[in-house]
């Protein structure tokens, strides 16, 4: 049997960890939350998830992972043996599938873009319009949808080595730079400021149970916490890479993303008299509007969702890498095979959520339409649950002797650590979860 891969260099891990991370949560799914939930409460609420109990469970992952070395189920088991822990494996595989189904529709809305603009020369003026025709458009949202899972299925059928950890290192940061360049744009267009007050100045009537779960399920999701996505991941760490430090910087990083599609957003939201509570369209509508103010904005747009794509791909392969690499279990050489039938598996489960948004806008289930549904499984249940009992898990089931010798932080960081493991944010996760059905 093949030995098992590791990550080619120290910075391969961080890149892929953040690589995980940084995609569609924070770019789409961030505005659009916050513009739904009344803005400047939600961003600061998604701030104190991240921190005090996202962060904390993202290095449980990594302490769990790498202490495990192999993929989440078989390393559950071999770190409780003979306890039905390996549960949380099946679980993360689970909320994986069901994330990646509809987290591939936005992906083929970005391809359908980039075809549009570099085939038919996108009309960056009608931007509202446009949208709607893409959604709409059932063979056209089909199609890129698959091609967005053979794009994943590629990258993942291959190992987590080569060209992604190569690209990461030059894609990310241009992504950056052309973010802070638009957000620049935005904020000097007339009327931004409006934008600006609609992140920073909160409206505490939005402060409800409900906003707090949307909040902290928008922390998770975006951190890749509680599908034991970064469990994988750090499964291919060696022993000297410092756990507590990335687990940081992923975190941090994050935030700084997620704030900066704020504030590309929003101030021209409303200096363009749109409405922020769009919906799931909303950067697709937006941004192309704020591409159309700029020299040369067709180009630069093509540019954007090239990037955007990249971002979108470092993440999706993470959901299929926990499917593929649970499926298979030890078996390496069936790799190539699983990365395909699950592929397959997940696109065809998806097709209800890419035809949510035209032929199937009218079919109802709880929380809305099929897309909806998907979301709200895996936001507000999948992911606090998983990350729920992974926290458990590290803070009781791990021994302070295993988990010490993985965090290897300063003693009272080790010890902040495991009680807000033990404590803190499972406590936290209960009393958001309460809340949010009284309301
Ligand atoms: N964090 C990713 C994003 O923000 C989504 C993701 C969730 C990836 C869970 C893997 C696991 O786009």
Redesign the pocket.
Known sequence: MRQREQWTSKIGFVLAAAG???????????PYMAGTNGGSVFVLLFIICTLAIGLPILLAEFVIGRRGQHDAVTSLKKLAPGKPWFFIGWMGLL??FI??SF?SVVGGWILSYLARALFFRLDVADYGGLFNAIIANPGEVLIAQAVFMIMTIWIVQSGIRGGIERASRWMMPLLFIFFIVLAIRSLTLEGAMEGVRFLFVPDWSYLTGKTFLLALGQA????????T??MTYASYLPKEEKLGQSAFNVSIL?IFISLLAGIVIFPAVFALGQSPAEGPGLIFVVLPAIFNEIPFGGFFLILFFILLLF??LT??I??LE?VVSTGIQKKLERRKTAAWVFGLLIFIVGIPSALSFGVLSDVKLPGGTFFDFADIL?SRIG?PVGALLISIFAGFVLSTAETDDELRMKPFLNRAWKFIVRFIAPLAIIIIFIASFID
């Open positions: 995980s991370a940084i995609g569609l949560g924070a770019i789409w799914k961030f909320s994986s994330l990646l987290y998770f999701f975006s951190l890749s916490v509680g599908v996505a970064m994050n971002a979108t993440s999706s993470s959901m926990i895996t992911l």
